[in-house]
Structures are given as structure tokens and as C-alpha cells.
């Protein structure tokens, strides 16, 4: 019985200093992972911050464009104003 129980506190002793080997390994593992993840965190910060200037960026060209629509309509209107005042002249003078 006692040649047993030495036998089998041999195996576990054993197995102990086995899973305690990895240790290291583990450990190196797990700061690659971390290395990893804090470079991603930084990516996904910096393209937060891409994405805010281009959407900004967006608003203006469209304020931009919307100032350009209102400029050209002004200037059709005025267009059709000084045709108008073209065609009444030449109506005007007969011959």
C-alpha cells in the first residue's frame, strides 16, 4: 500500500514540475498577445480619428456644393432676367 501511495505522489510530483515547465512559454505567449492587441487598439484609434477628419471633410464638401447650387440657380435667374430684357429691346425696334 505504501509502495502505492509513493508511486502514485512520484506521478503527480511529476506531472506538477511538467505543467509548471510551460510556465514560461505561456507567459511569453501571452505578452505576444498583448503586444497584439495594444497594436490593434492603436489601429482602430487612428482610423477613429481618420474616419472623423473624412466625415468632417464630407459636411464641408457638401456645404461647399450646396453653396455652388444656390450660386448657379442665382446666376440662371439672372440669366433669364437679362434674356428677357434682350427680348424686350429687339421687340421694341421695328424696322
Known amino acids: 500500500m505504501n509502495n502505492k501511495l509513493i508511486t502514485l505522489s512520484g506521478v503527480i510530483l511529476a506531472l506538477g514540475l ?27 484609434e487612428s482610423l477613429t480619428g481618420d474616419h472623423a477628419g473624412m466625415k468632417a471633410a464630407h459636411a464641408e464638401n457638401a456645404a461647399e456644393a450646396q453653396a455652388a447650387k444656390e450660386m448657379a440657380a442665382e446666376a440662371a435667374a439672372e440669366a433669364a432676367k437679362a434674356n428677357e430684357r434682350v427680348d424686350n429691346v429687339v421687340s421694341s425696334y421695328k424696322k
Open 18 to 44: 511538467t505543467g509548471c515547465a510551460n510556465n514560461d512559454e505561456l507567459n511569453q505567449s501571452i505578452a505576444d498577445l498583448n503586444t497584439k492587441v495594444d497594436s490593434l487598439s492603436a489601429q482602430v
